[in-house]
């Protein structure tokens, strides 16, 4: 009885989410322009525009990027003597100016769009700079054996 009973449970369940599993697919194959993370993101939560999955991938990645590349910039500020220390700081906080420049720069040209939009362009072109601030880094601690992780 208790067999029957869970089959049921499991056979309703499956009814009733069906449509907006379906849905959900739907939404990725009628989207040509979609990739396989906003797609899952897609199914995740239908309510969400695909728009608002790529910011969200977006920012995820964003977050990941930053927190690598300050525990690196610590790492190696943290190893290097007080000159250079002092150096790589103010070469830092250029840096961050700079990225935010020119990624304020890139994404203004952006006109008409959503806000979305405007965020996607600014982060996409933060996660290129850091992606590339972060294999400087690298750089820096294979040159000087710094042995950063």
């Not at 309703?12 to 979609?34: E, R």
């Not at 977050?63 to 250079?84: F, G, M, S, V």
Request: charged letters at 25%.
């Amino acid at each position: 009885m208790k067999l029957r009973y869970v089959r049921i449970l499991l056979l309703s369940a499956l009814l009733i989410s069906a449509p907006t599993l379906v849905f959900a697919a739907s939404s990725c194959t009628v989207n040509a322009n979609a990739n396989e993370e906003e797609c899952a993101c897609l199914i995740q939560d239908p309510n969400l525009t695909l728009e608002e999955c790529e910011a969200s991938i977006q920012d995820k990645k964003f977050e990941i990027t930053d927190k690598q590349l300050n525990r690196t910039y610590r790492e190696i500020r943290a190893k290097l003597p007080l000159q250079q220390k002092t150096e790589f700081v103010e070469a830092q906080r250029l840096w961050v100016r700079l990225y935010d420049k020119d990624c304020s720069f890139e994404s203004s040209f952006i006109e008409g769009g959503s806000s979305i939009h405007r965020n996607i362009i600014y982060t996409t072109c933060l996660q290129e700079q850091m992606d590339t601030r972060l294999k400087y880094f690298k750089r820096i601690c294979e040159n000087i054996n710094l042995n950063c992780k």
